[in-house]
Nanobody, 121 residues
Framework: QVHLAQSGGGLVQPGGSLRLSCVVSTSLFRVFAMGWYRQVPGKERELVADIASGGSTNYAESVQGRFTISRDNAENTVYLQMNSLQPEDTAVYYC???????????????WGQGTQVTVSS
């Protein structure tokens, strides 16, 4: 069973934009939070943005004002709109869904498969 399915990565020039999407399985019936993380080889995975069940959002300082996390009213898709992309944003991006799934609760939630975002001229 696929819990989260990502799409939207790719290659973009500096200053460009991309939107990542993450479709969450209906098996997630009680959401604690949804988030986007990124990871560069040799470094720890870091939080980019998250959105809590109540709608509050949180952003890493490095993306504040450039990235926006959102979700639809059905809470089955979460997005990360990335504007003014810079080479430092190059990473593998992962979505995360924390909450109760039909197959139980997994501390830390489930992860999407990851998608590469490369910012280069």
């Amino acid at each position: 069973q696929v819990h989260l399915a990502q799409s939207g990565g790719g290659l973009v020039q500096p200053g460009g934009s991309l939107r990542l999407s993450c479709v969450v399985s209906t098996s997630l019936f009680r959401v604690f939070a949804m988030g986007w993380y990124r990871q560069v080889p040799g470094k720890e995975r870091e939080l980019v943005a998250d959105i809590a069940s109540g709608g509050s959002t949180n952003y890493a300082e490095s993306v504040q004002g450039r990235f926006t996390i959102s979700r639809d009213n059905a809470e089955n898709t979460v997005y990360l709109q990335m504007n003014s992309l810079q080479p430092e944003d190059t990473a593998v991006y992962y979505c995360n869904g924390d909450g109760y799934y039909s197959d139980g609760y997994v501390p830390g939630g489930y992860w999407g498969q990851g998608t590469q975002v490369t910012v280069s001229s």
